[in-house]
């Protein structure tokens, strides 16, 4: 069984101001696209930017065999959403934004402007998949390309990209901590027995802070002594997948030519120790061939395929 996380950059249908200009240029995206889900074989597949509901219809007529679909409800003001591409049926257990009680709006620009909610919902399902019931969340969290006011992706001095970027930085260290409560939730306690993962865009690497809100009790991280040592973390813990991903696919992105892991997949106890394989890209094609992107999303409109590669894990 593969279970999987997959940025899809801008999938939109032509004609709007974030999609592909002309129905050709949607086709050789959803080509591109369907191909490698194809060769993939998920059995779940989480999706990020989401641009319009019927593109991903669109897409997944483009697959073989029967598909569900799930998507969340909370789209950001460019009508990106998450969701779940299933060769099993989905039941949705939550699909929320808000942050959680305790947790206080955070600043968001200059004029002091806050916000309280997720930028972009976070999305739950069960599956009954061969293994057994999965729970499995999928996100994407704040962006680390800056925009500025008026739209911008540069800015007038540094002042004014330092500020941005730890407005940045608020919103998407809330966002960890919302995700992190929803897999409280998932996990229950219970992450002994239970088959949970947490998966999907977080726009930063394994180490950077963010990533870390989401792991839960520190130690027993993969590939120290004490992974193989039961302790009471367990129980609620998550564990990145990354240090089973071959050192030479450990990408998703390129970024201004630098190669980045900022797609993770994070599982549960119970689910950690029946990983088989994990990976970046297609299974048999060795390290990802991406574009390397800038500050300015806009760039790559039209382009077929996806500037992230699929993330994934083979579970026995």
Do not use: C
């Not at 939109?12 to 959803?30: N, S, T």
């Not at 999706?47 to 799930?70: R, Y």
């Not at 399902?125 to 739209?151: C, F, M, Q, W």
């Not at 409560?181 to 977080?202: K, P, Q």
């Amino acid at each position: 069984m593969l279970v999987g996380t997959w940025n899809l950059e801008n999938l939109y249908r032509p004609g709007g101001p974030f999609g592909p200009e002309d129905k050709a240029a949607y086709e050789a995206k959803l080509a591109a696209l369907a191909a490698v889900i194809t060769e993939l074989d998920p059995t779940l597949l989480g999706v990020q930017e989401v641009g319009e509901p019927e593109a991903l219809q669109d897409l997944t007529e483009m697959l073989h065999g029967d598909w569900s679909v799930a998507l969340s409800r909370h789209p950001d003001p460019r009508g990106i959403r998450v969701g779940f591409l299933s060769r099993t049926p989905l039941r949705v257990l939550s699909d929320t934004n808000g942050f959680p009680a305790k947790l206080r709006p955070v600043q968001s620009d200059d004029d002091g402007a806050t916000v309280g909610q997720a930028g972009r919902g976070f999305l739950a399902v069960e599956a009954d998949t061969e293994i057994g019931p999965l729970r499995v969340a999928v996100t994407h969290l704040k962006s680390k390309l800056l925009t500025y006011p008026g739209k911008r992706f540069q800015p007038h001095d540094e002042g004014e990209r330092a500020r941005y970027g730890a407005y940045a930085l608020y919103r998407r260290a809330a966002e960890a901590t919302t995700l992190r409560a929803l897999a409280d939730e998932l996990l229950a306690g219970e992450g002994r027995e239970r088959d949970v993962a947490v998966l999907g865009d977080l726009n930063d690497e394994v180490q950077a802070a963010t990533t870390q809100i989401l792991v839960g009790p520190p130690g027993s991280e993969i590939g120290t002594g004490g992974f193989q040592t039961p302790d009471r973390g367990d129980a609620v813990r998550l564990w990145n997948v990354a240090p089973l991903i071959p050192a030479e696919q450990r990408y998703s992105r390129i970024n201004f030519g630098r190669r980045e892991l900022i797609d993770h997949v994070l599982v549960s106890h119970r689910l950690v120790h029946r990983i088989t394989k994990a990976g970046t890209g297609l299974p048999d094609d060795g390290a990802p061939r991406l574009p390397s992107v800038g500050p300015d999303p806009a760039e790559r409109r039209g382009e077929p395929g996806s500037d992230h590669a699929p993330v994934w894990v083979r579970v026995g």
